[in-house]
Each structure stands twice: as structure tokens, then as C-alpha cells.
């Protein structure tokens, strides 16, 4: 199937530095990039998505930029703060085919560890 | 609105054995995708359902099935357990209302973590 690469696998920064992590996909028909955190116990939730018409998306300290000529898209998470330690997850959608559409396929995730 | 609810939270199951997981989505939504959960190989896309019929396959054995009900409701059963299906098993549940070739947002519920000994 069709790839996605996420890098760094663990990231470790003090409260109050910036955080970025990188994604790569090979689906050129992909147009949707969700970031998922995920935290002990729980599901994956939700925390910004880009759409292909756009190539940067804000919300309060997160952010998410996206190069479809480059095949890949970052997020950036400002004025980290301890509860941010999670494992964050990046997707892409690939197309399946006519009949069926998309589906998401994931990176491996990377482990964000905020030290106050 | 309630989100995605799965049931049970934890099941111990013995090789062989099948094992039948519940989910139930967000109140409007009509599609859910299950998702396999493991160290080793993250989350892989297991299958999709809408409107009662399956409409993506990830690239899972036929030991793994599924099916939804007319209330959106779906289930997911595995037959012939191995110790490889020890998982956590995710479902999400979107509105599916996009058209154009756009993917509608996902929302997760909490998993059911199955352990096959």
C-alpha cells in the first residue's frame, strides 16, 4: 500500500520550546492530512487537519503546513506545555478506487515528551 | 453529542477462539472504520462501512470481517484467533457527507484491547 513516513520517531524539548514533526507520502491523489494525539489509554483524537487547497492552517499553538509538490507536510506545535506529551500520529488519505474512495493510512508516530 | 463508543474495553481470548467487537458511532454519522493498533506496525486500515455495506478493504485476512447495522451500529469479528491478533482495535466514525472526491474528518472512540494467550 501506500506509504507514510514520519520522523522523528521521539522528540523530548522543554516546556515553552517549539515542537516540529515531519511527514512524507507517496500518493500523489492524496488531498487530506489529519494529526491525531493520542494519549495513554485513549483513542486518537483529533487535533488539525489540512485540506490540499491550502498549504498552511492554524489553530492557537498548532500549526500544519503542507508542500504537494514535495509530498510532505509538518506540524508545528508552539509554547509547549507539559500536557502536550502524547504520541502524535500523522495520516494521509489514499484513494482506493472509484467505488470505494479513500481510506487513512498512517505514520508510525512519534512520542513528545514536555520536561517543565 | 456522546462520541464513538466501543465495547468491550479489554477481552482475553485463548488461540482459536473468535471474538466479536462493538461499535457504536457519533449520532448522524453513517460511516466506521476499524483500525488494527499494534506496537510493532501502528495503525493499519482494517475496513470501512456505509450504509450497511463495506466499502474499503485494508489488507487483512479473511479471518477478519465486519458488518454494520441499519442504526450505523457495526461489529467486528475475528475467527481463529492467533497470538498476532493481540491488538488494540479502533474504531472511527465520520459523517461521510463530503462529495468530490473529499474525505470527511474522523473521530476515534477509545479501543478495545484484545489479548490472544
Known amino acids: 500500500g501506500e506509504n507514510v513516513e514520519q520522523h522523528p520517531s521521539t522528540l523530548s524539548v522543554q516546556e515553552g520550546d517549539s515542537a516540529v514533526i515531519k511527514c512524507t507520502y507517496s500518493d500523489s491523489a492524496s488531498n487530506y492530512f489529519p494529526w491525531y494525539k493520542q494519549e495513554l489509554g485513549k483513542g486518537p483524537q483529533l487535533i488539525i487537519d489540512?485540506?490540499?487547497?491550502?498549504g498552511e492552517k492554524k489553530d492557537q499553538r498548532i500549526a500544519v503546513t503542507l508542500n504537494k509538490t514535495a509530498k510532505h507536510f509538518s506540524l508545528h506545535i508552539t509554547e509547549t506545555q507539559p500536557e502536550d506529551s502524547a504520541v502524535y500520529f500523522c495520516?494521509?488519505?489514499?484513494?482506493?478506487?472509484?467505488?470505494?474512495?479513500?481510506?487513512?493510512?498512517f505514520g508510525k508516530g512519534t512520542s513528545l515528551l514536555v520536561t517543565p | 453529542k456522546a462520541g464513538v463508543t466501543q465495547t468491550p474495553r479489554y477481552l482475553i481470548k485463548t488461540r482459536g477462539q473468535q471474538v466479536t467487537l462493538s461499535c457504536s458511532p457519533i449520532?448522524?454519522?453513517?460511516?466506521v472504520s476499524w483500525y488494527q493498533q499494534t506496537p510493532g506496525q501502528g495503525l493499519q486500515f482494517l475496513f470501512e462501512y456505509f450504509s450497511e455495506t463495506q466499502r474499503n478493504k485494508g489488507n487483512f485476512p479473511g479471518r477478519f470481517s465486519g458488518r454494520q447495522f441499519s442504526n450505523s451500529r457495526s461489529e467486528m469479528n475475528v475467527s481463529t484467533l492467533e497470538l498476532g491478533d493481540s491488538a488494540l482495535y479502533l474504531c472511527?466514525?465520520?459523517?461521510?457527507?463530503?462529495?468530490?472526491?473529499?474525505?470527511?474528518?474522523?473521530?476515534f472512540g477509545p479501543g478495545t484491547r484484545l489479548t490472544v494467550l
Open positions: 489540512i485540506r490540499s487547497n491550502v
Open positions: 472511527a466514525s465520520s459523517s461521510s457527507r463530503l462529495a468530490g472526491g473529499l474525505m470527511d474528518t474522523q473521530y
Open positions: 495520516a494521509a488519505n489514499t484513494y482506493q478506487n472509484s467505488n470505494s474512495g479513500y481510506a487513512l493510512n
Open positions: 449520532s448522524g454519522h453513517r460511516s
